[in-house]
């Protein structure tokens, strides 16, 4: 009999109803060959292991975390908000201690979403581990979350939405924005002025095997985990780093995949992008689930898996090995580069331009955000989409110091209404959501 | 005229029904030692005053194989079961001869090892050396592809008597529980065909010639000769017995919940507009998992004889037994003695039930009858506890559609439904405390062989169609053709009704109640690669619900 060495919570949603469209990645059949391989292997009778019905999010989860505009019910469909569910209600079991840890097995993925959200972006609506991550530290009360996405792409809507964050540690490992969408996630980017350091962007260069995956994991995400100490370890468990994915240009394995989560012990791992639905998936998922569950993986390998012709070479782990200490290096100066951003009570302004090629839609933002030692620092973003709306959105931190919080409401106060389709408050600390138009 | 026949653990359970009632009903105490017996003394009872002639249909419901397992006295049997990448085999071991081997099929059922024809001759020798005689052969996604099952069976052959093979078990997917249900099958193969054969010849001795039924775990039906590929179907058929026995005083188009309160345990099952509601892979109890398809059924350490203590001034009723009540001379307080100081049961020695209760009271600081209220309450109380958290779970279960999770069937039941011993006792009460219609099914006592004796055939065939392979198969009926690119979805549901009527009448069916068909899941997916469509997945099952073969039900349930 089959018994895991601790209980392990899982949530399977395939959609099996719900594409993009029909020929997308991103569509109905992408779950199916995980469906049957978990099936006969008998994951769900593993004593041990317990399968949980998706959740559903509510708008107010979802305005936790992002400005959809114009609203919740127009950014997503029934899917989104199953997917997001999905993950919360692993949160939930996670949380309530029924069990060690948990994976959720969800369709549409969610990393690509920013907090302002006009449409889709990557495949991704709302940020369905963000959501998670928000709806956690308002019921749970935990203070510092950990995200590490593993997906190929860089996790740059989850990285915008915890960019001021000192309290969430974001680290994405993905294929170099300069080979691949969305272009972004260089060594740089390390987080606003108030939480610089608390973004980690790792790009690996095409061709990175389980041998390069895991010798960042090792020498990287670990140590800093360890300096860090996050009340929880949240996995964006994005697939497509496989040999076989048709979408990047990776060599990761199933074995290493397994062996990715043995070493990271997420707490909650949330399924994200991964497209090889037939000759990665079915593995990837098994091995990964074997692992959360603390049961022997070592028999999940891909029937044409070929170690030999998945080698790196002596000059990419060199460029990796370069990368990770020029990260390490800036962890640790993290504490000199806050204090180097600015001057407290100064705000900082940032310009940026979004493209959602799922929807089509070219955003440009204007974002300000309040100096600040003691919090995240509260910010209004303003943001204009064509086709679409004009917004601004304020954000105070969960966390805010009292200064912060009146900035905010300074900034709420005085937007133009003229100006503005609506204009969002969003009141961490009171869980609060307001919209004027 | 049709005779039903329930062997439980302690009790046979014989009705003669006919199309105006019970003629005859029959209870023998079961020997336990000698089933065989009980078989027959159960029937020469039944037909003492009837023309065998007459018998247009047999069906007999036993727990013999289920025993076998309890006591493990099944012949050894060797298993060869070949995995591929996954979960190593070893964790799914039945016994000293299981082997695995090399060769491997994946979730589309193509080949991606071989069998090595070698390995498996060496492992036939050595079984055949150490005195096996019947082999499960069981693959790793057999379902989509059997070739390997039957391959290494051509192996076989020569070497056994019977080879059994995982892809006739089932359409459902789950490797472990396939090698344990080949394994049982194989494993009490012989000692059925013996029992059933036995009971065959003496039937026919007494001048019955229509062929036996046996009751399946799913509530249906089938010939003898059909159990014979797939005998552990008649596995723990005895809680289905009992609920299709319910069926006639169920409300049509509610739900209701059926629950039937023995000594031991009360076992607790569902109906939706008269159909029970099923087990979504296969029976589930307890660390036993198999892919046979049965009824949803659960059963709980609580019953007429529980245990009855007192711990920290507070009542615990079960799980164990340690004997009858003591009114029948029982070493210890139960349910059953409350039910008697309370004036509800007549029989039994009062005296004896009073000096049980009266060790709770006094640990209650209560008085007797008090008390004895208080434990018969508490009996309600948990067994519908129990009911309900059931529910909570049959309602919580996972979905895999946004159209699942959002329709998703809700039970919510309108009636209870109680049958065994003490269901009389218990209706009132019941009804008074939940406010929920109840009833003591009418004739509870032989519900279990009424429920035999009128359940029609039931069967199930699981379909997948790949156009990109230009084949559907429904491997479990050993049925696979060619399809053109343009299969569509008629064709799919037209193929799998065939196949359905066509195994249904194999099985036995009265081809009068074959029209019961249900199409249980249909998908269709788009196999797409590198943004080009390249064909269509279909999946399909159908199946003929669990119910009553037609013109008995409105005899029985006027019968109260
Ligand atoms: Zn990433
Ligand atoms: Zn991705
Ligand atoms: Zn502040």
Same mark, same amino acid.
């Given at each position: 009999m089959l018994k895991s060495s601790h209980k392990t919570g899982l949530v399977f949603?395939p959609?099996?109803?719900?594409?993009?469209?029909?020929?997308? =990645?991103?569509?109905?059949?992408?779950l199916l060959y995980t469906q049957d391989q978990v099936t006969e292997e008998g994951i769900f009778d593993i004593q041990g292991i317990v399968e949980y019905k998706?959740?559903?999010?509510? =708008?107010?989860?979802?305005?936790?975390?992002?400005?959809? %505009?114009?609203?919740?019910?127009?950014?997503?469909?029934?899917?989104?908000?199953?997917?997001?569910?999905?993950?919360?209600?692993?949160?939930?079991? *996670?949380?309530?201690?029924?069990v060690k840890n948990g994976f959720?097995l969800?369709?549409?993925?969610?990393?690509?979403?920013?907090?302002?959200?006009?449409?889709?972006?990557?495949?991704?609506?709302?940020?369905?581990?963000?959501?998670?991550?928000?709806?956690?530290?308002?019921?749970?009360?935990?203070?510092?979350?950990?995200? *590490?996405?593993?997906?190929?792409?860089?996790?740059?809507?989850?990285?915008?939405?915890?960019?001021?964050?000192?309290? %969430?540690?974001?680290?994405?490992?993905?294929?170099?924005?300069?080979?691949?969408?969305?272009?972004?996630?260089?060594?740089?980017?390390?987080?606003? $002025?108030?939480?610089?350091?608390?973004?980690?962007?790792?790009?690996?260069? $095409?061709?990175?095997?389980?041998?390069?995956?895991?010798?960042?994991?090792?020498?990287?995400?670990?140590?800093?985990?360890?300096?860090? &100490? =996050?009340?929880?370890?949240?996995?964006?468990?994005?697939?497509?780093?496989?040999?076989?994915?048709?979408?990047?240009?990776?060599?990761?394995?199933a074995q290493?995949y397994a062996?990715?989560t043995s070493?990271?012990? =997420?707490?909650?791992?949330?399924?994200?992008?991964?497209?090889?639905?037939e000759?990665a998936l079915p593995y990837v998922n098994l091995g990964i689930i074997l692992a959360m569950a603390g049961l022997d993986y070592s028999g999940v390998i891909e029937p044409?898996y070929? $170690?030999?012709?998945?080698?790196?070479? %002596?000059?990419?782990?060199?460029?990796?090995?370069?990368?990770?200490?020029?990260?390490?290096?800036?962890?640790?100066?993290?504490?000199?580069?806050?204090?180097?951003?600015?001057?407290?009570?100064?705000?900082?302004?940032?310009?940026?331009?979004?493209?959602?090629?799922?929807?089509?839609?070219?955003?440009?933002?204007?974002?300000?955000?309040?100096?600040?030692?003691?919090?995240?620092?509260?910010?209004?973003?303003?943001?204009?989409?064509?086709?679409?709306?004009?917004?601004?959105? *304020?954000?105070?931190?969960?966390?805010?110091?009292?200064?912060?919080?009146?900035?905010?409401?300074?900034?709420?106060?005085?937007?133009?209404?003229?100006?503005?389709? &609506?204009?969002?408050?969003?009141?961490?600390? &009171?869980?609060?959501?307001? %919209?004027?138009? | 005229?049709?005779?039903?026949?329930?062997?439980?653990?302690?009790?046979?359970?014989?009705?003669?029904?006919?199309?105006?009632?019970? #003629?005859?009903?029959?209870?023998?105490?079961?020997?336990?030692?000698?089933?065989?017996?009980?078989?027959?003394?159960?029937?020469?009872?039944?037909?003492?005053?009837?023309?065998?002639?007459?018998?247009?249909?047999?069906?007999?419901?036993?727990?013999?194989t289920t025993?076998a397992i309890v006591q493990k006295t099944m012949a050894p049997v060797g298993m060869i079961v070949s995995a591929g990448p996954g979960i190593d085999p070893e964790h799914f071991r039945t016994g000293r001869h299981y082997y695995a081997v090399g060769g491997s099929i994946n979730h589309r059922g193509r080949e991606k090892a071989p069998v090595n024809?070698?390995e498996i001759?060496?492992i036939?020798?050595?079984m055949?050396?150490?005195?096996i005689?019947y082999v499960g052969v069981v693959s790793k996604f057999c379902v989509r592809n059997p070739s390997h099952e039957i391959l290494i069976k051509?192996?076989l052959?020569?070497?056994f008597?019977k080879v059994f093979l995982g892809h006739h078990v089932s359409g459902n997917l789950n490797f472990p529980r396939r090698i344990a249900t080949t394994h049982l099958n194989a494993s009490v193969f012989?000692?059925h065909?013996?029992?059933?054969?036995?009971?065959?010849?003496?039937?026919?001795?007494?001048?019955?010639?229509?062929?036996? #039924?046996?009751?399946k775990a799913d509530?249906?039906?089938?010939?003898?000769?059909?159990?014979?590929i797939f005998p552990a179907q008649t596995v723990l058929s005895?809680p289905?017995?009992?609920?299709?026995?319910?069926? !006639?005083?169920?409300?049509?188009?509610?739900?209701?919940?059926?629950?039937?309160?023995?000594?031991?345990?009360?076992?607790?099952?569902?109906?939706?507009?008269?159909?029970?509601?099923l087990e979504p892979v296969g029976i589930r109890r307890g660390q036993y998992k198999s892919l046979i398809r049965s009824l949803r059924t659960d059963s709980?350490?609580?019953?007429?004889?529980?245990?009855?203590?007192?711990?920290?001034?507070?009542?615990?009723?079960?799980?164990?037994?340690?004997?009858?009540?003591?009114?029948?001379?029982? !070493?210890?307080?139960? !349910?059953?003695?409350?039910?008697?100081?309370?004036?509800?049961?007549?029989?039994?020695?009062?005296?004896?039930?009073?000096?049980?209760?009266?060790?709770?009271?006094?640990?209650?600081?209560?008085?007797?009858?008090?008390?004895?209220?208080?434990?018969?309450?508490?009996?309600?109380?948990?067994?519908?506890?129990?009911?309900?958290?059931?529910?909570?779970r049959l309602?919580?279960k996972p979905v895999y559609?946004?159209?699942?999770?959002?329709?998703?069937?809700?039970?919510?039941?309108?009636?209870?439904?109680?049958?065994?011993?003490?269901?009389?006792?218990?209706?009132?009460?019941?009804?008074?405390?939940?406010?929920?219609?109840?009833?003591?099914?009418?004739?509870?006592?032989?519900?279990?062989?009424?429920?035999?004796?009128?359940?029609?055939?039931?069967?199930e065939v699981s379909?997948n169609?790949?156009?990109?392979?230009?084949?559907?198969t429904a491997h479990e009926e050993d049925?696979?053709?060619?399809?053109?690119?343009?299969?569509?979805?008629?064709?799919?549901?037209?193929?799998?009704?065939?196949?359905?009527?066509?195994?249904?009448?194999?099985?036995?069916?009265?081809?009068?109640?074959?029209?019961?068909?249900?199409?249980v899941e249909?998908q269709?997916?788009?196999?797409?690669?590198?943004?080009?469509?390249?064909?269509?997945?279909?999946r399909?099952k159908?199946?003929?619900?669990?119910?009553?073969?037609?013109?008995?039900?409105?005899?029985?349930?006027?019968?109260?």
């Amino acid at each position: 009999m089959l018994k895991s060495s601790h209980k392990t919570g899982l949530v399977f949603f395939p959609a099996f109803d719900w594409a993009i469209d029909p020929t997308h =990645p991103e569509r109905e059949e992408r779950l199916l060959y995980t469906q049957d391989q978990v099936t006969e292997e008998g994951i769900f009778d593993i004593q041990g292991i317990v399968e949980y019905k998706p959740d559903l999010v509510t =708008p107010e989860d979802i305005q936790r975390t992002h400005f959809c %505009v114009p609203d919740e019910r127009t950014v997503t469909t029934e899917s989104h908000l199953i997917s997001a569910g999905g993950a919360k209600a692993i949160a939930n079991a *996670v949380m309530n201690k029924e069990v060690k840890n948990g994976f959720a097995l969800v369709r549409p993925p969610g990393h690509h979403s920013m907090r302002v959200s006009h449409g889709g972006r990557g495949f991704c609506h709302i940020n369905i581990e963000a959501v998670m991550v928000e709806y956690i530290r308002s019921k749970f009360g935990l203070k510092r979350i950990a995200v *590490v996405d593993t997906d190929c792409h860089h996790g740059d809507g989850t990285n915008d939405i915890f960019w001021h964050d000192p309290d %969430v540690l974001f680290i994405s490992l993905h294929q170099d924005g300069r080979t691949m969408y969305p272009g972004t996630g260089f060594p740089g980017e390390l987080g606003g $002025p108030n939480a610089k350091g608390s973004n980690l962007n790792i790009p690996l260069p $095409p061709g990175t095997s389980t041998e390069g995956y895991l010798y960042v994991i090792k020498n990287c995400v670990l140590p800093v985990l360890e300096e860090f &100490k =996050p009340d929880i370890i949240v996995n964006s468990a994005g697939q497509d780093n496989h040999y076989t994915d048709p979408l990047t240009n990776m060599n990761f394995s199933a074995q290493g995949y397994a062996q990715l989560t043995s070493m990271l012990k =997420p707490d909650i791992a949330v399924l994200e992008g991964g497209y090889s639905i037939e000759g990665a998936l079915p593995y990837v998922n098994l091995g990964i689930i074997l692992a959360m569950a603390g049961l022997d993986y070592s028999g999940v390998i891909e029937p044409d898996y070929n $170690p030999d012709r998945l080698k790196q070479s %002596v000059s990419l782990t060199d460029k990796i090995k370069k990368t990770t200490d020029q990260i390490m290096g800036y962890w640790n100066q993290r504490d000199q580069m806050r204090e180097a951003a600015g001057t407290p009570g100064d705000i900082l302004i940032r310009h940026r331009e979004v493209f959602y090629d799922t929807d089509n839609i070219f955003e440009r933002q204007k974002e300000k955000i309040r100096i600040c030692r003691d919090c995240g620092g509260s910010f209004e973003v303003d943001s204009k989409a064509t086709p679409g709306h004009h917004i601004l959105g *304020v954000h105070i931190p969960i966390n805010a110091c009292d200064a912060c919080k009146e900035k905010a409401y300074e900034f709420y106060d005085k937007a133009d209404k003229t100006k503005y389709h &609506k204009i969002y408050l969003q009141d961490r600390p &009171k869980d609060y959501y307001e %919209v004027k138009q | 005229m049709i005779l039903g026949l329930d062997v439980g653990g302690t009790h046979t359970d014989a009705v003669l029904l006919s199309s105006s009632g019970i #003629q005859e009903r029959v209870k023998v105490p079961t020997d336990p030692d000698d089933l065989f017996k009980s078989v027959l003394s159960g029937f020469s009872a039944l037909l003492k005053h009837t023309d065998p002639e007459q018998v247009r249909r047999v069906v007999i419901s036993t727990t013999l194989t289920t025993n076998a397992i309890v006591q493990k006295t099944m012949a050894p049997v060797g298993m060869i079961v070949s995995a591929g990448p996954g979960i190593d085999p070893e964790h799914f071991r039945t016994g000293r001869h299981y082997y695995a081997v090399g060769g491997s099929i994946n979730h589309r059922g193509r080949e991606k090892a071989p069998v090595n024809e070698m390995e498996i001759q060496d492992i036939a020798r050595v079984m055949q050396k150490a005195g096996i005689e019947y082999v499960g052969v069981v693959s790793k996604f057999c379902v989509r592809n059997p070739s390997h099952e039957i391959l290494i069976k051509r192996i076989l052959n020569k070497y056994f008597k019977k080879v059994f093979l995982g892809h006739h078990v089932s359409g459902n997917l789950n490797f472990p529980r396939r090698i344990a249900t080949t394994h049982l099958n194989a494993s009490v193969f012989s000692l059925h065909k013996n029992f059933f054969q036995a009971v065959e010849k003496s039937l026919e001795e007494m001048g019955i010639t229509v062929p036996i #039924q046996i009751l399946k775990a799913d509530g249906g039906t089938m010939t003898l000769s059909a159990s014979m590929i797939f005998p552990a179907q008649t596995v723990l058929s005895g809680p289905a017995a009992s609920i299709m026995g319910a069926i !006639p005083h169920a409300p049509a188009g509610q739900d209701a919940i059926v629950l039937d309160i023995g000594g031991t345990t009360t076992d607790i099952a569902f109906l939706v507009d008269k159909t029970p509601l099923l087990e979504p892979v296969g029976i589930r109890r307890g660390q036993y998992k198999s892919l046979i398809r049965s009824l949803r059924t659960d059963s709980k350490g609580i019953g007429g004889d529980s245990a009855l203590r007192v711990n920290d001034g507070k009542l615990t009723i079960g799980p164990d037994r340690l004997g009858p009540a003591m009114a029948f001379g029982g !070493p210890g307080p139960t !349910p059953t003695d409350a039910l008697v100081v309370l004036g509800l049961m007549d029989e039994g020695d009062k005296d004896k039930a009073r000096e049980g209760i009266r060790q709770i009271a006094a640990q209650l600081s209560m008085d007797d009858r008090e008390a004895a209220d208080h434990i018969f309450r508490s009996c309600c109380n948990i067994i519908l506890k129990k009911t309900f958290e059931m529910i909570d779970r049959l309602n919580s279960k996972p979905v895999y559609t946004v159209h699942d999770f959002l329709e998703g069937y809700k039970l919510s039941p309108a009636k209870i439904l109680l049958l065994g011993g003490p269901a009389r006792f218990f209706a009132e009460k019941i009804e008074d405390m939940y406010k929920i219609d109840t009833l003591a099914v009418p004739e509870s006592s032989v519900a279990n062989a009424i429920g035999a004796a009128l359940a029609r055939t039931t069967c199930e065939v699981s379909l997948n169609a790949d156009t990109e392979q230009g084949i559907v198969t429904a491997h479990e009926e050993d049925f696979a053709e060619p399809i053109s690119k343009t299969f569509s979805e008629d064709e799919l549901v037209e193929t799998a009704y065939t196949l359905l009527k066509e195994k249904a009448e194999n099985a036995g069916a009265d081809p009068d109640n074959i029209d019961e068909v249900e199409v249980v899941e249909f998908q269709e997916f788009n196999i797409v690669r590198n943004f080009s469509p390249r064909g269509k997945i279909f999946r399909t099952k159908m199946q003929l619900k669990p119910g009553l073969i037609k013109g008995y039900e409105s005899v029985l349930s006027t019968n109260g």
